[in-house]
């Protein structure tokens, strides 16, 4: 049961009697997450450009080369399947974060955003080394694992 007022947004757990008020901040938190949405449109699009350029055709998931337009094509595909491979996570970090803590979540997205980018433009040098340039994203990912912890501890009383 979801109850509305101009005041704020409460929604109910049914039968259990907890509440958890939704802070108009939310806001923040909701385009964070459509934010990471575009990332990943932008990461397949790259991918799509590269499979195209070197005849990579579906079903093909990585080029069997592993040098030159092969290993290219295989730093663009990986960059996008390791950022699907964390995706669950991060939205659910950031949704559940959010609910308590919603300017530290939505600042966490975005730094996890920017890393991803960061790494993303590292990989597409062709240079695996090159994608630490975007390790600063886990510091995004730290602030998105301690407010949902917080917010879960909050939750159970301990704190």
């Known amino acids: 049961m979801v109850v509305c007022s101009k005041f704020a947004n409460t929604v109910l757990a049914s039968g259990t009697g907890t509440f ?12 964070a997450g459509i934010a990471s949405g575009i990332l990943l449109a932008w990461q397949s699009i790259q991918v ?12 093909i998931m990585y080029s069997p080369e592993t040098t030159g337009n092969g290993q290219l094509f295989n730093c663009y595909q990986r960059a996008h399947q390791n950022t699907l491979e964390n995706y669950p996570l991060v939205l659910m970090l950031l949704f559940t974060g959010g609910l308590q803590y919603p300017i530290p979540a939505a600042l966490g997205g975005a730094v996890w955003i920017a890393g991803r980018v960061a790494y993303s433009k590292g990989y597409y040098t062709g240079d695996p080394t ?3 340039r975007g390790s600063f994203g886990y510091l995004g990912l730290a602030i998105l694992f301690g407010s949902s912890s917080m917010f879960g501890a909050k939750l159970l009383g301990w704190l």
Do not use: A, L
Request: aromatic share 18%; glycine share 12%; charged share 30%.
């Open 20 to 31: 958890v008020e939704i802070p108009s901040d939310y806001g923040y938190v909701v385009f």
């Open 48 to 59: 799509g450009k590269m499979r195209r350029r070197f005849g990579i055709h579906y079903p």
């Open 130 to 132: 090159k994608r630490m």
